[in-house]
């Protein structure tokens, strides 16, 4: 059984499989203290490439942002799975995640893990940002070691007419994945070399803003996207 398997396997991380185990500190963090930053480089595809930048500042909604290139024109179920785990590709991260034991859903109801769906433009371009009010980076309900997978069809949201669509959404093929690691939370650790001081200059512009973390590490984001 999974049990036995990971005996065999050396995750440090009990509660996400992650190899790295991030939950300790994540936990402690409270409402006085800072923005947490995480990222998910997409893994386990040979077309499928993507990186996922995510923010919570203490307090706020979790903004998800990323590029996923070399999709199938059309929509593609996206969402957080349980585990960190990709001992055996995009398969060992279990199923969404679900703290709550409820139905599949969408955006705003069902599994925490539940983000929609993405659209690939004719290029097989995704670009996206999601206000993700469930999804939590900071406490116990942190999906920083869990993973992200992008499927091969579209999600149905739990409206389809099947026992599947309850569980899946029957988005079909797990495509590409990658696992959510917290990053550092100086910001100018998002910025890209050589614009540390851009990044400066925003923190110090946004200093009285409450809403500057974000603005900050968007702007040094998209910057660094430019590139
Ligand atoms: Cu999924
Ligand atoms: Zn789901």
């Avoid at 969404?96 to 969408?106: A, I, K, R, S």
């Avoid at 995704?126 to 993700?132: E, G, H, S, W």
Wanted: proline share 3%; charged share 30%; aromatic share 4%.
């Amino acid at each position: 059984m999974r049990i036995q398997e990971f005996n065999h396997i050396d995750t440090s991380c009990p509660r996400t499989r992650a190899e790295t185990c991030q939950c300790e500190s994540v936990d402690r963090l409270t409402e006085d203290s800072n923005t947490v930053v995480a990222q998910c480089i997409l893994e386990h595809s040979d077309a499928v490439k993507g990186t996922i930048l995510l923010i919570q500042a203490p307090g706020t909604v979790t903004l998800i942002k990323g590029t996923i290139t070399g999709l199938e024109p059309g929509l593609h179920g996206f969402h957080i799975h349980e585990f960190g785990d990709m001992t055996d590709g995009c398969k060992s991260m279990g199923g969404h995640y679900n703290p709550d034991n409820v139905e599949h859903g969408d955006i705003t109801q069902g599994h925490v893990g539940d983000l929609g769906n993405i659209t690939a433009d004719d290029s097989g371009t995704a670009k996206f940002t999601i206000q993700a009010k469930r999804v939590e980076l900071i406490g116990s309900r942190s999906v920083i070691g869990r993973g992200f997978v992008v499927h091969s069809d579209e999600d149905d949201l739990g409206k389809g007419r099947d026992e599947e669509s309850k569980k899946t959404g029957n988005a079909g093929d797990r495509l590409a994945c990658g696992v959510i690691v917290a990053r550092s939370q100086e910001m100018t650790e998002v910025a890209p070399p050589g614009k540390e001081k851009m990044v400066k200059g925003l923190k110090k512009k946004f200093k009285k803003d409450k809403s500057a973390p974000y603005a900050i590490a968007w702007a040094a984001h998209n910057k660094a996207k430019k590139k």
